[in-house]
């Protein structure tokens, strides 16, 4: 259990270095050279969702850039994306990061509230993607779960994103930060209405039947 813990978090410290040391801007001019060719530039920017959780560069990038290269078509690649990218920190999250105070109180929340619902309300929340997932993953949700969840909550960012990206000249690391302060307090609300109920039952200490099991 020791070992686990710190492989995972000399594991999110690497990362938190390459995040610090490696900026998304030449990534960023890459695309925009390769917009022009439209199998190039999704091509490239399916290698930028493959590193993207290396370097924990935010889901945006891939957002925008996909609305910048295809326009509002670009919405389902984009989407797409958002949940492979977010597969391999999930993945690391489960399989060093289950023995932990953090792990049991989120196993909690996710038992009150159902896999589904957890996952969706917290894509909703404006925090980092990589964060979320991280959480999820030690929370022991199903990667079927995880990613479908994913797909539902990411929805709104993707769309603001696609929609971002096609209205730009040129792909900066300004653009990833446009977002609309109403989208971020919707969303926010959104979530907090879906978790309200089973975080008080934690809180409280109650435990509820699982649902589809019946009580004994």
Do not use: H, K, N, Q
Not at 86 to 93: I, M, Q
Not at 109 to 135: I, T
Not at 182 to 195: D, F
């Amino acid at each position: 259990m020791r070992r686990s813990r710190f492989l995972f978090g000399l594991l999110v410290l690497g990362v938190l270095a390459a995040a610090v040391l490696v900026a998304p801007g030449p990534a960023l001019r890459w695309l925009t050279w390769l917009a022009a060719d439209p199998i190039r530039f999704g091509l490239a920017l399916f290698v930028v969702a493959l590193a993207r959780p290396l370097v924990a560069w935010p889901t945006t990038l891939l957002a925008v850039g996909a609305g910048y290269g295809y326009g509002f078509v670009g919405v389902p690649y984009a989407l797409a994306l958002i949940v492979l990218t977010s597969v391999p920190p999930f993945l690391v999250a489960r399989r060093f990061g289950r023995e932990s105070r953090a792990a049991s109180a989120g196993e909690r929340v996710v038992r009150e509230a159902g896999d589904l619902r957890s996952v969706v309300a917290s894509r909703l929340l404006p925090a980092p993607s990589d964060v979320v997932s991280v959480a999820a993953g030690v929370s022991g949700v199903s990667l079927s779960t995880f990613a479908l969840g994913t797909a539902i909550g990411e929805l709104p960012w993707a769309l603001v994103g696609v929609l971002a990206g096609s209205s730009l000249d040129t792909l900066t690391e300004a653009s990833l930060a446009a977002v609309d302060w109403r989208l971020v307090a919707a969303c926010a609300l959104a979530s907090v209405l879906l978790l309200a109920g089973p975080l008080y039952r934690v809180a409280v200490g109650r435990e509820d039947p699982v649902v589809g099991v019946d009580a004994e």
